[in-house]
């Protein structure tokens, strides 16, 4: 593993150019899979294929099925099957030593093959469900309450996945001069509401005042993801309608402390780029986009007392895979003092990845307790992780205490 991941940061094509996700021509997705060289080094890092073995579960086999349907060849059921079960951890992204765009391919191979092959009527309505349901905040709230209180009446493999209410601490009142954009996210605030509260308090330690942008949505990630393409450009640009002014007044960031929705955000422009009105303000917003812990890491850490506890960290597939900021979390958690244990297969999706905890509740349950056994097998008094998918998917029948990073150093700083 470590000869594959050597190989991969020497070979990586750093100039790879950035793609306009926005069109994607039949030439230029052609290009992208013959860039793939067959090696197969990237089945030794994807999930999918470690816990199914099917190389047709692999980015290897679902490269070569999305290429059998750029030739022409009609889709089937069982290439919806195949497509559907990748997390787009990207993984193999991160592997692959020829720089193959996995995602770019996947996403397109998936609009494709959505054309031709009609789904199931029952995961039609699914999808429809959530997308309706995620990324409108109010209505989201009010469900998930409604869900709370008839907790023993909902299908047993989803009703250990509802999160007890938080208690958060009161967002800080105080102006600074420094301020930054922090996003609210669609369902974080339901599901933790300590997570927003906590970043703003940090930030506030630190001389730093987190700014709310009104009118800011959803980042548009579900629905991109569930090939609802319109829905999503359209909140893409209500989100740098709302940040923009903000940005002009001297906003120097926009922080998140989701690493799908920081993703996302920081993929703008690839969606944008033909967008007369939106495609330059989509690359700054893009620049300014930061996760929490990429930007706690750049300024001076609060003073806190001395850490004792043993944490364990997971590094959501988007903050690692998709970010590009491996060892993050990790190097911050050992910076402030607390003791990290060593965590195998610490490169692998916890099987949250959005909506497929849902969509694919039988795989992922599958990648949870392989998750769960590797964070765990050192004992540690805590597990901490940055995106809310991921904290809900290793908190489900977890002895141990898992919360956002955040929420450990704020507690930690409650000490002080
Ligand atoms: S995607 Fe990359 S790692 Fe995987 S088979 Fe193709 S070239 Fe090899
Ligand atoms: S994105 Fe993840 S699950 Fe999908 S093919 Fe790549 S490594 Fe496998």
Same mark, same amino acid.
């Given at each position: ?93 991160? @592997? ?9 391919? +996947? %996403? ?56 007890? =209410? ?81 940005? %002009?007044?001297?906003? %120097? ?54 850490? @004792? ?53 039988? +795989? ?17 008094? =805590? ?34």
């Amino acid at each position: 593993m470590k000869y594959i991941s050597l190989l991969s940061q020497l070979k990586r094509r750093s100039e790879k150019p950035e793609l306009k996700k926005s069109e994607i021509n039949a030439q230029q997705l052609n290009q992208l899979s013959r860039r793939c060289v067959h090696c197969g080094f990237c089945n030794a890092t994807c999930p999918t294929y470690q816990v199914l073995g099917n190389e047709l579960d692999g980015p290897r086999g679902r490269i070569y099925q999305i290429k059998q349907v750029l030739d022409g060849q009609q889709a089937t059921d069982e290439t919806l099957l195949h497509l559907d079960r990748c997390l787009t951890c990207r993984n193999c992204e991160t @592997t692959c030593p020829s720089g193959v765009d996995y995602s770019a391919l +996947l %996403e397109e191979g998936r609009r494709r093959v959505e054309k031709q092959v009609k789904r199931p009527l029952f995961d039609r309505l699914m999808r429809r469900g959530l997308l309706w349901l995620l990324p409108d905040r109010k209505r989201f709230a009010l469900a998930y309450a409604f869900l709370r209180q008839l907790r023993m009446a909902v299908p047993k493999p989803y009703r250990n996945k509802i999160t007890p =209410v938080y208690s958060a601490r009161s967002t800080p009142q105080a102006s600074h001069t420094r301020n930054v954009i922090l996003l609210q996210g669609c369902v974080q605030n339901t599901l933790d509401a300590r997570i927003y509260a906590d970043t703003a308090f940090v930030l506030d330690e630190m001389g730093v005042q987190a700014v709310v942008a009104t009118g800011e949505t959803c980042c548009g990630a579900v629905e991109q993801h569930l090939t609802a393409e319109q829905a999503a450009l359209k909140r893409m640009k209500q989100n740098i309608d709302a940040w923009w002014p903000l940005l %002009e007044n001297g906003a %120097e960031a926009i922080i998140s402390n989701a690493s799908a929705c920081g993703l996302m955000v920081q993929e703008y422009p690839g969606y944008l780029a033909d967008d007369a009105k939106y495609a330059d303000k989509a690359r700054r917003i893009a620049e300014k986009c930061v996760d929490i812990a990429t930007f706690l890491s750049q300024q001076t850490l609060p003073d806190i007392p001395p850490p @004792t506890l043993k944490v364990a960290v997971h590094e959501p597939c988007t903050l690692q895979h998709g970010q590009k900021q491996q060892g993050r979390v990790e190097a911050l958690i050992e910076s402030l003092g607390f003791s990290r244990v060593i965590v195998k297969e610490s490169h692998l999706c916890c099987g949250s990845a959005g909506t497929y905890s849902v969509l694919q509740s039988e +795989l992922s349950r599958q990648l949870q307790q392989r998750k769960q056994a590797q964070l765990q097998a050192a004992i540690p008094d =805590v597990i901490v992780t940055s995106n809310i998918g991921c904290l809900m998917q290793l908190a489900e029948d977890n002895p141990t205490p898992v919360m956002h990073w955040v929420t450990l150093l704020a507690q930690q700083l409650d000490q002080g």
